[in-house]
């Protein structure tokens, strides 16, 4: 019969029998995918495999400690962290191009990962080990479906891993999840005994934060934002609404201010943007009709605890025509 269990120990018999005695990496996103993916390549080679993981200083509040703290106690896994937020904030200072954002950042993260890689080689060789032979994709059937690949097929979407992966790329690939579904990975990742926070994760953009500010990132305003986002994602899940809704991006418009009051005084801030959507595949999406007393306690709590914010608004689109993004 087709258990989880099956597929677990199918996959690590698999891939221990096309790793063999080489090394082994994998870069870690904080994504449910990159998280599984990684889960049952270590359970089938262990030691062999390391992991990266990219701090781009884009994420939300509380993700790169779920990675580097969290995913390492539950796995055990051997995690090389690289901490790069001063080189992405500076190659995105005044940008304001939603595209041009991801393309600076894309190609900054692999620079990044391959110079990491290349230190885990030189590390390795020290000490007499196999140089590193492959590298772990979390690559899912509907992306092997869409890139219309068949046996073999190294193609994946760029919208997927950041900016996609080099031609000219020196690893063999291992896709341990590119007979699975996102449910399955889901389950796979429970068997494995990852955390739920980790498992049940909403999806998020490889460019992170960057893509929800709209205008240009500074650290001020990923301060801003991951404040404001903190607050909206701890009030859907205190409402047990977390696992109905999609995604939840949280948007902060840093070149737009309109009047408020707040305390004494007139103030002068920006808004914030609540997108919260209900979809299948991302590729449709409807707006979420959250209860609105959720709305309301997300909204008076980000306008009080969050001086910079002074307006709260719901974006009532549905995909098309509006992305699920703002940018
Ligand atoms: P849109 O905004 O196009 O998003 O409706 C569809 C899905 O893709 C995610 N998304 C991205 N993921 N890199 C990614 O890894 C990106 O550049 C990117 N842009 C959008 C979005 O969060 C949604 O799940």
């Not at 082994?24 to 262990?46: H, P």
């Not at 994709?137 to 092997?144: A, N």
Request: glycine share 10%; with cysteine.
């Amino acid at each position: 019969t087709w258990t989880m269990a099956n597929v677990v120990d199918e996959t690590v018999a698999a891939v221990r029998q096309q790793v063999g005695g080489k090394r082994v990496i994998c870069g870690l996103s904080g994504g449910v995918d990159s998280a599984v993916a990684a889960a049952l390549v270590q359970k089938a080679v262990g030691a062999q495999l390391t992991c990266v993981y990219v701090d781009h200083g884009l994420m939300r509040q509380g993700e790169s400690e779920q990675v580097e703290r969290d995913y390492v106690a539950a796995t055990g896994v051997d995690l090389h962290v690289v901490e790069a937020a001063d080189r992405f904030l500076t190659q995105l200072k005044g940008v304001e191009d939603p595209e041009e954002k991801r393309k600076i950042i894309g190609r900054e993260f692999i620079r990044v990962f391959e110079a990491a890689a290349r230190d885990i080689v030189a590390a390795a060789g020290e000490d007499g080990v196999e140089p590193v032979e492959f590298l772990v994709q979390g690559t899912l059937y509907p992306d092997v479906v869409e890139s219309g690949g068949g046996e073999g097929t190294a193609n994946i979407k760029s919208h997927h891993n950041v900016g996609g992966l080099p031609d000219d790329l020196q690893f063999t690939l291992i896709e341990p999840l590119r007979t699975l579904f996102k449910d399955e990975v889901r389950a796979v990742g429970e068997e494995l005994g990852l955390p739920p926070e980790m498992v049940w994760r909403q999806p998020f953009p490889g460019p992170g934060l960057a893509i929800r500010i709209v205008g240009a990132v500074d650290a001020d305003r990923l301060a801003i934002l991951r404040r404001a986002d903190a607050i909206a994602r701890a009030e859907l899940t205190a409402a047990g609404l977390d696992r109905d809704v999609w995604q939840f991006p949280v948007v902060l418009l840093a070149d737009v201010r309109s009047v408020g009051v707040q305390g004494d005084g007139r103030t002068y801030g920006h808004p914030i943007v609540l997108r919260p959507v209900s979809s299948e595949d991302a590729m449709t999406a409807d707006w979420s009709r959250l209860p609105y007393d959720v709305i309301e306690r997300i909204s008076t709590r980000i306008t009080n605890e969050v001086r910079e914010v002074n307006r709260v608004v719901l974006d009532v689109t549905s995909k098309p025509p509006g992305t699920i993004e703002w940018e």
